[in-house]
């Protein structure tokens, strides 16, 4: 079974408006932590923003939020206020607390943002 | 900024060619990784360390192989290099904590040619 599952493969956005882009995941450990990276066209991978199974709030960084339900077990990234920046690959990652040894990654979601 | 280095950016080598790229960490950090990834589509996990003279296959099959004799250096060799093996290679390190997160290279991109 995939353990991060992102159904969107590509999402267009109005510069200055909301995105969410999806992230379910899959896990039988309580103890787990879930990351969002971003990918621009020049390859390397950007940390953006972290929330932990436990965390009682969902986590915000700038104009990052993640919207996470964890009954549902999603971990939503919002971005507010998008600009053309934003445009490049968004990937979901998770780690679990059984076997910190392993990120497993979504396959990503490619936002483009339009002017 | 991380601290995590890869050389070389780019590589266009022939086929048959033995072929070493090289990852460097300054963080410290025990676990290390090596993902592959095709332009535009997922990381697949091709190796891991844990540690000093720990390794461990990923997800992904792969032909390469890596080794870890010092805490900052991971490197990932293929003894004779094939067009399928075009790709980019992305390094990553992370601490033990479970908290925290992965710190990517710039990673390298390969065509054999």
């Known amino acids: 079974a995939q353990k991060i599952t992102q159904t969107q493969p590509g999402m267009f956005v109005q510069e200055k408006e909301a995105v969410t882009l999806d992230c379910t995941y899959d896990t039988s450990d309580p103890s787990y932590g879930l990351f969002w990276y971003k990918q621009p066209s020049s390859g390397e991978m950007i940390f953006l923003i972290y929330?932990?199974?436990?965390?009682?709030q969902n986590a915000t960084e700038g104009r990052y939020s993640l919207n996470f339900q964890k009954a549902r077990k999603s971990a939503n990234l919002v971005i507010s206020a998008s600009q053309l920046g934003d445009s490049a690959m968004y990937f979901c990652a998770m780690r679990e607390g059984g076997n910190f040894n392993k990120f497993y990654f979504g396959s990503g979601t490619k936002l483009n943002v339009k002017p | 900024e991380a601290d995590i280095y890869q050389t070389p950016r780019y590589l266009v080598i022939g086929t048959g060619k033995k072929i070493t790229l090289e990852c460097s960490q300054t963080?410290?950090?025990?676990?290390m990784y090596w993902y592959q990834q095709d332009p535009g589509m997922e990381l697949h996990l091709i190796h891991y360390?844990?540690?000093?003279?720990?390794?461990e296959k990923g997800d992904l099959s792969s032909e390469s192989t890596v080794s870890r004799i010092r805490t900052e250096h991971f490197p990932l060799t293929l003894e004779s290099a094939r067009p399928s093996h075009t790709s980019q290679y992305l390094c990553?390190?992370?601490?033990?904590?479970?908290?925290?997160?992965?710190?990517f290279g710039q990673g390298t991109r390969l065509t054999v040619v």
């Open positions: 360390s844990y540690g000093v003279n720990s390794t």
């Open positions: 929330q932990g199974s436990y965390d009682q």
């Open positions: 990553a390190s992370s601490d033990y904590r479970g908290h925290t997160e992965a710190f």
């Open positions: 963080m410290g950090h025990d676990k």
